[in-house]
């Protein structure tokens, strides 16, 4: 097939499905999904080209986010033996590069990628660092510490949950006090609350935990932050980051991607009973992810060699230039988005400016204005963002991601086309500023 | 970017990394992995171009297979969120799509896709099917057989392996035998097993269980079968049947796929104990099947767009023709492939004609020839092979894949090549016919 052909076949495949017609959100559907309208012409006007992706809207969910070409390029990686010196040399790699972006340099850390989502993540701590009967504090900023919890009970563990009021998080002298009153084998606590964008502190909560309760390993859920928020393993003293591919590490979903401390592998090796799950298993596992990392072929389960490119390819992109420098970027667009939402006279579900993630923005739409006529009107200016997902409050707010190449990329304009959508789209919609 | 240097860009990114030095097979290794030379030119000759994919070594092992352009190219379908209209409507379709490729009508039958591997369809069926102390009779025909028994113990149930010797399967009398010994919930029964290339026979096995032991549910181990091998789910009255992507289906590996008949979804109901797994529990799956397959969104975790996209080509790929063709062309090149092997002087581990695969071929190498001297003089005529995997035998089998594009594809020449090179190859190492 000649080149012009075959891209020609790839944007065919890659072409827009009719879009589907309004649909009411029912059972454990995410509240306030929206109908889009099937018009494609409309969203394609304010938009640079992309290179090789087909025009499309711009996706700024908390997660899938936008990919750098080379990542999605990555997917398509011809097919090649999980045992292969080829492959098994790319997914060593892959772990290695792991340690730089969490920031560990203890050669006792130890790396796990595995083929599922996030939340398979919690699994993996609630099978393999919990046992039945042992007391967890599962800090609560959102959605997403509910089901963190309802993990540890599948597996015999009791949850405690501190909960703050929605849009704050628990404060330190609450958390020293809930230590003081049990003893926990493992605290854990949402980095951001995708479902809240509210950003936990953990420099300061892991000096408490070691303080007070120091044979508590502490957890980090980082499914909404590794990639956009700045995580330094070891010098923080962090036990365990779980964290998934379609975030901030900017490579399509299907990976959940972990890191945990000495401290926490040693407590693994010294249970009593067996882990609880079979494919969440380090026991499974451990092996494996170590032999892949020293380049020697290994067997549990077939893992995904494209995704595990993608990932690759994605990590090199991040670490060629200074961690700094992208949660800095982070920041900087952040802080442009929450000017914005202020200067448009919203508020954000996360009210103190240092509980405010900055990947992501939870925005409580304005008196009158529903999330299903706005985000439509969002998806004709080209623009995707979320509906709510705190099931106390989900009709009332809006969510906006703005993690990755969205931020990282100077020749996207997406951020800037996004707070425009926003302000027209309000506009559009009724909403005057008071 | 133009087409041309887009192309250009791809093909680099693709390109090959250098291969690695010989590797010694440790700890959880799957033995007779081979060093492969670092060559290229060498396996380029007589190989016809392909599309869209760099020119590389064919894979043939019993998955990942290799996979079709407009698979891997559906691969890097940009970002979509996962609960967006458009990618409900794929995940949906593919779903459905499923029934067809079971050759299920019954609406109570009940799909799922996870992200994870096959391995997680054993969590699937341990954690939510059987309870803790459920009796579960696991029919042995290699490798896997161990592993599924493995993961019954860690939910708590108890399996009781029906072993045969290695290259044959439990005999239908054994069965009735052991059915007749203990209430079993559940029987298990590896369709294809990996490790030996052994081939089950499903038709009177079922109804075996269905006249002696009516109430044990009938789960298979599909993963090496289902897309290479026929299975009438209805037909012959299975109750659950687990599968991967990156074999018959010939999707990249990264999915979990299974279908189970209403009678499972029914004891899956009537739990009285809660499923043993988060991550693969069945409560927190099914509304969420249910809601995409009904084209409404639903959120438990994120699934892969990317992978998904992939599937549903494979899908409609593999049912615009009728089955009954695909097995048929899976049949004959298996015949083709097995009458080479004999013609050889060599024996497969399957010694009886009806216990062989369609899909795959295990091979016993001849006296004095060794995998690790194969298998990359193999590597070096373009074809890749699999060394053993049953741990009894291992040395002294290596695995030949013959599965998806690689048999159905008119356009390749894969068998035939890869026949070519196991005989000019036994010969480069010193083989002779007796």
Redesign the interface.
Known sequence: ?A??E??T??SK??D??P???P????????PN?P??PSTRSLYTENKPKM????E?PT?L?P?????D??V???????????????F???FGETLSMLRKLFQTTDTASQPFVL??????G??LV?ANLAEPGDDVLVLHTGYFADSFA??FE??GAKPTQLKAPIGSRPQLPEIEKALGEKKYKILTVTHVDTSTGVLSELKALSELVHRVSPETLLIVDGVCSVGSENIEFDNWKLDGVIT?S?KGIGC???LSISMYSGRAMDVFKSRKT????????MKNWL??MQ?YEA?????????????IHALN?SLTQILSRPLSDRFAAHQEASQKIKKAIADLGLKQLATDPADQANGMTAIYLPEGVKAPELLPNLFKKGV?F?GG?HKEIAAKYIRFGHMGVSVTDPKRNDIDKAIKALETGLSDVGYQKA
């Not at 380049?295 to 995704?307: D, E, H, I, V, W």
């Open positions: 097939m080149a012009r075959r891209l076949a790839i495949h890659l827009h499905r879009l589907a017609t649909r009411s959100p029912i059972g454990n559907s995410p999904n109908p889009f290179s090789t992706q087909p499309h996706l969910i997660g899938p986010i936008e990919f070409d080379a999605l390029q990555s997917m398509s990686h011809y097919s090649e033996s999980h045992v292969g010196p080829a098994v040399a790319t083929s599922g989502s996030g939340t398979l919690w699994d609630a309802a993990c599948t597996y998934a379609q399509p979903a299907g067996p882990p609880g799950s079979y494919f969440a298993s092996p494996i032999n380049k020697k072929p290994s067997y549990f389960a077939t893992p995904s060699p494209q995704l390819t995707v979320a997902l």
